[in-house]
């Protein structure tokens, strides 16, 4: 292909650390190796390596975000629209901000453009009748899981395919007890660990909760620790962190509560080596690749019973799931594996059997090339 393809994004890691960004961060750099890329993004780092180019549409003033994006996406786009063989557009239906001005020039000079469906939050979509004019004239539209797929084939009619979102996942070579002499963990401890940005939508106050059901005496006598891994939400006001350890500490379990902060996604599997069971209480989730990974690295998992989380954990074989939002069922299922270890040792051992199936990140990309290439043609 002698065309570019132009992603437009609004963050990407390492400056902004989350799925999403990550996943456009290692994306962009593996399709750079077939194809010339050109990212348009808040962030102003470059990435290293042949084929891409970052442009910053970071507004100089440092206010008025949204019109200056708006500008200079118009400006880029008609002054290289002769380069631009496709446009990625990520979409999400609840955000406020879409691309309807790069879609209308995409159509002005007849410019493919895929819309990458990946929001776990299927909010109503406003106003409609513009969210189905994206549908209808995008070249291809590609949702991350199935449950995204039915949703958006319902509500506009167009034909959607599945791509489950992958990482080029890693596991450390260092035992668990190296890695846990290292994190300054007991060797004797058995290790609860969310990982991502501790937001609500993430539902670490229902784990909080749980561990508050579970209670000092249980989790003290039974060496219980709990690790969150990741920052809070800086694009919020709110410091849920703070909630969460003052919550913890309200109900006495505070002292088997460990709260790790941000940690570079390179740095990341150790964490998954260090613990025991991984739990994502999410209320929403597209294509949790935290839960992927922890599979890939053998960590059986507790997950809320959403159908994107309850399709990747399948209950009684590799993990267990609970109600979506019921703290106390999540205890009951975190207290099923601490007093029954078979059980764990037997979910840890389906983990590593099926570890290879989550492998996918090289078979995705090549994927996205076939259809992007069909589409410059």
Not at 332 to 341: F, M, S
Request: charged residues 25%.
């Amino acid at each position: 292909m002698k065309k570019c393809v132009a992603f437009l994004t609004n963050g990407l890691y390492p400056c902004v650390t989350g799925g999403l960004e990550i996943f456009h961060y290692n994306f962009i750099k593996a399709l750079a190796k077939k194809t010339q890329v050109i990212a348009l993004t808040l962030c102003d780092k470059s990435f290293q390596g042949e084929g891409i180019s970052v442009c910053s549409t970071k507004s100089p003033v440092g206010r008025l975000q949204t019109l200056f994006t708006i500008y200079f996406h118009t400006k880029w786009l008609i002054k290289k629209r002769r380069d631009i063989g496709l446009i990625y557009i990520p979409y999400a239906s609840q955000i406020a901000f879409q691309y309807y001005h790069a879609i209308a020039l995409a159509q002005l000079f007849r410019i493919p453009y895929v819309l990458r469906i990946s929001a776990g939050k299927m909010g109503a979509a406003r106003p409609d009748f513009l969210h189905e004019w994206m549908f209808r004239h995008s070249s291809s539209r590609i949702a991350v899981s199935e449950p995204l797929k039915l949703e958006y084939e319902k509500r506009y009619g167009y034909p959607v395919e599945v791509l489950p979102s992958y990482l080029p996942f890693t596991r450390t070579s260092s035992s668990k007890r190296e890695i846990r002499k290292k994190l300054r963990i007991s060797q004797d401890e058995l290790v609860l660990l969310f990982l991502g940005t501790v937001k609500s939508i993430k539902g670490p106050d229902v784990l909080i909760d749980a561990l508050c059901f579970l209670g000092s005496d249980y989790l003290g006598s039974n060496k219980v620790k709990c690790l969150f891994v990741g920052g809070n939400d800086f694009s919020k006001s709110e410091d849920m962190i703070s909630a969460l350890e003052w919550r913890a500490e309200t109900c006495g379990v505070s002292e088997y509560v460990r709260f790790v902060g941000k940690v570079k996604y390179e740095g990341v599997h150790v964490y998954y080596r260090a613990s025991d069971i991984f739990i994502i209480p999410s209320v929403f989730e597209a294509r949790p690749l935290s839960l992927a990974e922890a599979i890939y690295n053998g960590l059986p998992s507790i997950g809320s019973d959403i159908p994107t989380i309850s399709n990747t954990i399948r209950d009684g074989e590799n993990g267990a799931v609970f109600e979506q939002g019921n703290s106390q069922d999540l205890a009951n299922k975190i207290r099923e594996l601490v007093d029954n270890p078979e059980v764990l040792e037997k979910y840890a051992s389906e983990c590593a059997r099926e570890s290879a199936s989550f492998d996918n990140f090289q078979r995705m990309v090549e994927r996205y090339y076939q259809i992007f290439d069909q589409l410059m043609r």
